[in-house]
């Protein structure tokens, strides 16, 4: 009986290891080989468009630009209840809307935009709707349904995965004042720099990615004009969904 007991001990012991290793290391390998996959085939087919990186010329071969997403399932299932990624139906927030960008509609969760963070050596796919399953388990940034598109007058709002399945906002709370982010579509690159961070806030603070961007619980975060804005949302602490960490970031160019 003990003997029986001990064996019984180990196998789940086991489990619970394995079942830890899908989750904090398989699931970021395969949705960071996908993410990378998503980048290449976009600088690929942009290079076919003849498209330059600032969208200025023809380049034999290059890459940049950059397709539209549609959003198919990002109200629908597992898509985003609050400023993140946990489950129900995504806010719809005011703002120029992201259909009004010229780039043309694609497949439904088919990233249309490049992020790139070069403080953390982030470069990630983004696509439209927040939905876990079609977007952010991809390794992909997901962009809120509603909000601005890049480089539009509103906010450009988007959220990531700071745990597993490539958890591309994991270091997002190192960003300060000044960082450079590009934005890359098929027909140019935005460049933003950090301006705020938000180190924490409730799930359902829907003020962070409004047009004009303010926090709803701490309203000394965030802006009161409006402008052309960037807005990165996650989870924090790490591990855990209990708040949200965001970061803005204006148009420079």
Known sequence: MLWACAETFVTCGVLVLLLVVHQLWWTNQQARAEAREQVSTLEREWGEWGISPSGGGEVGGGEVGGGDAAGGDAGRGDAASDVTVEGGEPPVVSGESAASSSTPPAPDSRAFAILRIPRLGLTVPVARGVSKRSVLDKGYVGHYPGTAGPGLSG??????????????????????????????????????????????????????????????????????????????????????SAYRLVVWAKLVS
Not at 158 to 168: D, K, S, W
Not at 190 to 196: C, I, N, S
Not at 211 to 225: D, H, I, N
């Open 155 to 240: 906010n450009f709002a988007l959220a990531g995965h700071r745990n597993t399945h490539g958890e591309p906002f994991r270091y997002v709370n190192r960003l300060r004042e000044g960082d450079r982010i590009t934005v890359r579509t098929r027909d140019r690159t935005f460049t933003y720099r950090v301006d705020q961070v938000l180190p924490q806030t409730a799930p359902r603070d829907v003020g962070v990615i409004q047009a004009v961007p303010r926090s709803l619980v701490k309203p000394s975060y965030g802006y009161s004009r409006p402008g052309s804005y960037l807005t990165l949302t996650t989870c924090t602490p790490e591990f855990s």
